[in-house]
């Protein structure tokens, strides 16, 4: 069992990568252009957060572009559909061993979405995706939601009902990790040792179901609750192959406050998740994780120019007494902290400069952060911070010319030495250079 954590951890950091999601059929259900929503696509703007939070559906688009005109039958004429295609190249400062520099993508992505109104106050946003590193198709990030509104304190309340894949995928803003920078990043690059479970662990496992609302434009929570469902695995789940298997239910909660003042917009928020699963199995001893979380967004624009920053700051506490008793770990209390910050300058949505800091600080613990060539970890630490800088041209709005370099100070524990092999923080830099279009 020890082994089977050990590769299942490896496998995870090869190949964990973000997505990036600007969907043109948003465009073509409504006539806007991209940036009407997007800043930097995915990034929202206060209408793409309207647009979203009122279920993907934008009320005043014209009977003529419609067919039907009773409640039973409304349908747009348009075909939601759009395609995105990611390819990129990624370098690595000092070559990874017995492997060679320059990995090419072509295509590290290739996303199908289904993407828009699907009627009267009910809308999506599906999507099934091409991986070059698993060679497979597979559902992606998918929101499916009901919005509606009334009246509460004699203030207006947007509210609807969520169910998706994905724990945050369902949220407004560009703080939280479904939807936080990078936008688009490799596949191939190394990946820390260790992240929070909050921190896309869960991402297209499970589904669920929950409901949301925004109170006077100002206060927005949300509740919900996930399952296992191990998309391409056996129905009913048996959990064999998987290491998270819910028990029960994982609840996901969000609640966060906007607020504008002359040109100036902030969101502070709080979101969180908690997690009882039996790793390996569907039954007996428990993982228990419990990730407590902050962030904010910060715009403010100069003329056709745009500033944003985010920050997001995550504290997990896990008691893994599953995995202490199958020898996976020297210990069963366990917390880690994950620190992300960045902020973006947007040249009239032709030209964008976004620059970030990382930091992930844990408790050690030789046996669950082993060591390993490479992905491992000396001295049993998941300390890991860095650095990116990231530029952007966008020559149209559907076309995304983009350079990524991710600087470690840190990887695993130490910056030289790192892995017991005498690998240091900084060879694991990269330079990633990605080609993105979107149709």
């Not at 990231?390 to 910056?415: C, E, H, M, R």
Request: proline fraction near 5%; charge should be negative; glycine fraction near 10%.
């Amino acid at each position: 069992m020890n082994k089977i954590i050990k590769v299942a951890t490896i496998f995870a950091a090869l190949f964990s990568f973000q997505r990036a999601y600007a969907v043109p059929s948003f465009a073509r259900q409504t006539g806007l252009s991209c940036n009407v929503c997007h800043s930097n696509p995915p990034e929202l703007t206060a209408f793409g957060r309207d647009f979203k939070l009122k279920g993907y559906v934008l009320s005043d688009v014209t009977p003529s572009e419609k067919i039907g005109s009773a409640k039973d039958l409304i349908l747009s004429k348009y075909i939601p559909l759009s395609f995105m295609l990611l390819a990129s190249d990624t370098a690595f400062q000092d070559v990874v061993p017995g492997t060679q520099n320059s990995t090419a993508g072509f295509p590290q992505q290739l996303s199908l979405f289904l993407a828009g109104g699907l009627a009267s106050h009910f809308g999506a946003l599906a999507q099934v995706t091409y991986s070059h590193s698993s060679d497979i198709f597979a559902m992606d990030n998918t929101d499916l939601r009901y919005a509606n509104q009334t009246t509460l304190g004699g203030k207006n309340l947007d509210y609807g009902i969520t169910l998706n894949n994905n724990p945050g995928v369902e949220d407004l803003w560009n703080s939280t990790p479904v939807w936080g920078f990078p936008w688009i990043s490799s596949e191939s690059s190394v990946g820390s040792i260790a992240s929070t479970m909050i921190d896309g662990t869960l991402g297209g496992d499970v589904a669920g179901v929950g409901g949301y609302g925004m109170w006077n434009n100002h206060l927005y929570t949300a509740l919900a609750a996930y399952r296992s469902e191990h998309e391409g695995g056996p129905a009913p789940v048996d959990g064999v192959n998987y290491q998270y298997n819910i028990s029960g239910a994982a609840p996901y909660w969000r609640a966060a406050w906007q607020q504008s003042w002359g040109a100036n917009y902030l969101m502070v928020g709080t979101y969180g998740l908690a997690v009882n699963s039996h790793p390996y199995s569907i039954t007996g001893p428990v993982d228990r994780y419990i990730d407590p979380s902050f962030d904010f967004q910060y715009e403010r624009p100069f003329g056709a120019n745009l500033l944003d920053a985010h920050g997001s700051w995550i504290h997990e506490s896990s008691k893994l007494d599953a995995t202490l008793a199958a020898g996976g770990a020297d210990a069963a209390h366990h917390t880690l902290n994950t620190l992300k910050l960045d902020s973006t300058y947007h040249w009239s949505n032709k030209y964008s400069a976004t620059g970030g800091l990382f930091a992930t600080t844990g408790t050690a613990d030789p046996v669950l952060y082993a060591s390993a060539p490479v992905t491992g970890s000396f001295n049993g630490s998941p300390n890991t911070g860095g650095y990116i800088a990231q530029l952007a041209y966008w020559p149209v709005q559907n076309i995304d010319i983009n350079v990524n370099y991710t600087g470690y100070t840190k990887f695993n524990g130490a910056s030289t030495n790192y892995d017991g092999a005498n690998r240091n923080a900084s060879d694991n830099n990269t330079v990633y250079m990605a080609l993105w279009l979107i149709f």
